[in-house]
């Protein structure tokens, strides 16, 4: 993967509010842990040099205040360059999150990005897209979708979760896609069984594919594994979720190996957060 990224932006901007509101999510609490939000932000310089697959990463205090100190790294889940708008789409598991979850149209946020490699989108003649999501890990992907369904490129996608309640954005994610095939693990929507078992199918009979996947690193592990499959080897891009801290590659805390010999290690914040498949070892 390239190394080379635009410098990033830190800007002041102004929520303008989220089309679908507050999403119930599964496991809520009446703290609110649990929901999921989207936020929508008019944020031009970033939506202007932007790419699917990258993130930004947000100051969640009030101006002025610093607890909590930490940013928080949030995929770009929509980009709209003709508003200068960005979206993010997030989960309530904290005081951070939960700042966020409360901001209301016309409050300010602090924010850097657009940070890390993104997703690449050029596609040869004949490979169609294969979007894969595992819970919150559609969040880059219908930036993606919409982005690859601009340039007209052929698409699928697939979207698992534990529940029906679980499964989100779908709606956003198939008005670029067209039907987004579903599983869940308790058969209360699609599939009952794994996402990965729904790419197994799309895999037997999409010609030239090119799998694009987020989600928890057991669904990426199995994603990984399908690619290299010998004798089927397949072009595929994984989107890693960890913890961050700088955002930037300086702290070293989100390392990941090499899959190449050797023991050299890449920052998912820099290098990343979107690998080549055969670029990392997952749960090593």
Same mark, same amino acid.
């Given at each position: 993967? =390239? !190394?080379?990224?635009? +410098? $990033?932006?830190?800007? !002041?901007?102004?929520?303008?509010?989220?089309? &679908? /509101?507050?999403? @119930?999510? $599964?496991?809520? +609490?009446?703290? /609110?842990? /649990?929901?999921?939000?989207? %936020?929508?932000?008019? +944020?031009?310089?970033? @939506?202007d040099a932007a790419r699917p697959g990258q993130f930004v990463h947000v100051r969640c205090a009030p101006p002025?205040?610093? &607890?909590?100190?930490?940013r928080r790294p949030l995929s770009l889940h929509r980009i709209d360059r003709s508003r200068g708008e960005i979206e993010v789409l997030f989960r309530v598991v904290g005081r951070g999150t939960g700042f966020l979850a409360g901001l209301a149209a016309g409050d300010e946020? &602090? %924010?850097?990005? =657009?940070?890390?490699?993104?997703? =690449?989108? &050029?596609? @040869?003649p004949g490979e169609t897209a294969v979007l894969v999501a595992g819970g919150i890990g559609v969040a880059p992907l219908v930036a993606l979708a919409e982005e690859l369904a601009a340039k007209g490129a052929p698409l699928v996608a697939a979207a698992g979760a534990q529940t029906a309640e679980g499964l989100l954005a779908v709606e956003s994610l198939g008005k670029a896609a067209g039907e987004v095939l579903t599983a869940t693990d308790d058969g209360s929507a699609g599939h009952r069984g794994f996402v990965t078992e729904v790419l197994a199918g799309l895999l037997?009979?999409?010609?030239? =594919?090119?799998? #694009?996947?987020? /989600? $928890?690193? $057991?669904?990426?592990?199995?994603v990984q594994a399908m690619l290299a499959e010998e004798g089927r080897r397949r072009r595929g891009y994984l989107s890693l979720e960890t913890r961050m801290a700088c955002g930037v590659g300086a702290c070293l805390g989100c390392a990941i190996r090499q899959a190449k010999?050797?023991? +050299?290690? #890449?920052?998912v914040c820099h290098d990343g957060p979107v690998f080549a498949a055969e670029e990392v070892v997952l749960g090593g």
């Open positions: 993967m =390239p !190394s080379v990224v635009r +410098a $990033p932006i830190r800007e !002041s901007v102004r929520v303008v509010g989220g089309p &679908d /509101g507050r999403i @119930a999510g $599964p496991g809520m +609490a009446g703290d /609110g842990l /649990g929901l999921f939000h989207r %936020l929508r932000l008019q +944020a031009p310089a970033v @939506a002025g205040q610093w &607890d909590p100190l930490l946020v &602090d %924010l850097i990005g =657009p940070l890390g490699q993104g997703f =690449p989108t &050029d596609l @040869a037997d009979h999409v010609a030239r =594919p090119v799998v #694009y996947a987020c /989600g $928890p690193e $057991p669904m990426l592990r199995r010999p050797g023991t +050299a290690y #890449y920052h």
